[in-house]
């Protein structure tokens, strides 16, 4: 726990600044992986707002929310089969 009391000691617009600096650095990556070739773009967008929570309340808001949307996904009805159409 001596990284967590190191962590307060630092002022808070450096704290603030240092946390921004990687959420936005991680969202970045993730929103790159979405043209960009390789997996795991979600989970960068997460972390990113993850590391922004930590030290502001509107980051924290939009996780919140984030989860609530992904509780609501269920990834089992992108890979239900569909029955074939009709085409006569």
């Given at each position: 726990?001596?990284?967590?009391?190191?962590?307060?000691?630092?002022?808070?617009?450096?704290?603030?600044?240092?946390?921004?600096?990687?959420?936005?650095?991680?969202?970045?990556?993730?929103?790159?992986?979405?043209?960009?070739?390789?997996?795991?773009?979600?989970?960068?967008?997460?972390?990113?707002?993850?590391?922004?929570?930590?030290?502001?309340?509107?980051?924290?808001?939009?996780?919140?929310?984030?989860?609530?949307?992904?509780?609501?996904?269920?990834?089992?009805?992108?890979?239900?089969?569909?029955p074939p159409r009709d085409n006569s």
């Amino acid at each position: 726990m001596q990284l967590g009391k190191t962590w307060k000691l630092v002022p808070k617009p450096l704290r603030q600044l240092i946390v921004l600096v990687i959420g936005v650095t991680l969202i970045i990556i993730g929103g790159l992986l979405i043209v960009l070739p390789g997996p795991f773009t979600l989970p960068f967008v997460f972390a990113g707002l993850v590391v922004l929570a930590a030290e502001f309340v509107w980051a924290e808001r939009i996780l919140l929310r984030a989860k609530h949307h992904a509780k609501k996904a269920d990834p089992r009805k992108f890979f239900k089969k569909k029955p074939p159409r009709d085409n006569s």
